[in-house]
């Protein structure tokens, strides 16, 4: 079992920074490809950001490229998502997942993930 709890969420205006985090315990965090994830009101959960599980390759979904970053310290079996420029669209809970996953690769569909954090919300006001 691998137990997710994220943190930083928060209440911010249009263009302000954010940054997540998702502490992992339970398992061995380094077998783990990363993933974040996102669900707005009467949406679907949509994938937002994955990261390998050494963390030499990244992905990101075109809504946030280019303003959210995805990183991970192992030492500390932590994943972060780094917000900028946030946008009233990016309003949404956010969930880490993890996906024991030693390829290198990762995936965007939230099936493949074994394990998810209970939330953190995100409110973006304009």
């Known amino acids: 079992q691998v137990q997710l709890v994220e943190s930083g969420g928060g209440l911010v205006q249009a263009g302000d920074s954010l940054r997540l985090s998702c502490a992992a315990s339970?398992?061995?965090?380094?077998?783990?490809?990363m993933g974040w994830f996102r669900q707005a009101p009467g949406k679907e959960r949509e994938f937002v950001a994955a990261?390998?599980?050494?963390?030499?390759?990244?992905d990101y979904a075109d809504s946030v490229k280019g303003r959210f970053t995805i990183s991970r310290d192992n030492a500390k079996n932590t994943v972060y998502l780094q917000m900028n420029s946030l946008k009233p669209e990016d309003t949404a809970v956010y969930y880490c997942?993890?996906?024991?996953?030693?390829?290198?690769?990762?995936?965007?569909?939230?099936?493949?993930?074994?394990?998810w954090g209970q939330g953190t919300q995100v409110t973006v006001s304009s």
């Open positions: 997942a993890a996906d024991y996953n030693h390829s290198g690769t990762y995936y965007y569909t939230t099936n493949e993930y074994d394990y």
């Open positions: 339970g398992r061995t965090f380094s077998n783990y490809a």
């Open positions: 990261i390998s599980w050494s963390g030499g390759s990244t």
